[in-house]
């Protein structure tokens, strides 16, 4: 695929103010030159960032979690998941969620995909990784969150998200992906960085 000419869709950025600061999540409100000399407005979305990881086991299965996610009213069914925290390593982030989500350990966690959730206004960059070789360990979910972990088989929850029955972006691409290596979920690859 030919690279783009950036210097043709750069927007320049004329004035930036955060209109809001949460605990998670900022906003900012930004005035852009468009490359055609006009200008816009463009209210984007800035997160720290995230990991979620597919959990496979030695049978093929694996490990979901069912929680309700009040934005959408509904209870879902996703990958272990959650947010990096300052200076975190993705990988670490991986071992803590994996263990706080589902209670367990991983003896490896190799890089699957990155994706970029929403790119129309939020710079929120997901890193989903493979976690094999799987033990129980200790573990409970954060005290605002209520879990259910969900064992199926990955061609399962493969048809669940082709169905519609899952519906969320980082546990279809996930999902998707591992089903998609070379030589199926086996594949062996060395532990990321």
């Known amino acids: 695929m030919d690279e783009p000419d950036v210097a043709r869709f750069a927007e320049t950025t004329l004035e930036s103010t955060t ?10 409100v930004d005035t852009v030159r ?4 006009g200008t816009s407005t463009r209210e984007i979305v800035e997160h720290p ?12 299965s694996v490990y979901l979690v069912r929680q309700w996610r009040h934005a ?14 300052p200076r975190e390593e993705p990988v670490a982030a991986v071992r803590r969620e994996l263990a706080e989500e589902t209670g367990l350990a991983a003896e490896s966690v190799t890089h699957l995909i990155d994706i970029r959730v929403s790119v129309g206004y939020s710079n929120e960059l997901i890193r989903i990784f493979l976690a094999r070789g799987l ?12 879990l ?4 199926l088989p990955l061609a399962e929850a493969v048809r669940r998200c082709l169905s519609g029955e899952i519906s969320d972006a980082k546990c279809i691409a996930g999902l998707l992906a591992l089903r998609s290596l070379p030589t199926g979920p086996s594949v062996e690859t060395a532990d990321d960085r």
């Open 19 to 28: 209109v809001f600061q949460g605990r998670l999540l900022k906003l900012r």
């Open 34 to 37: 468009l490359p055609g000399g």
């Open 49 to 60: 960032g995230a990991v979620a990881v597919v959990a496979l086991d030695s049978d093929g």
């Open 72 to 85: 959408i009213g509904e209870v879902t069914l996703e990958i272990p998941a959650g947010v990096l925290g």
């Open 135 to 146: 033990s129980p360990t200790p573990g409970a979910p954060d005290d605002d969150e209520t």
């Open 148 to 151: 259910e972990v969900v064992r």
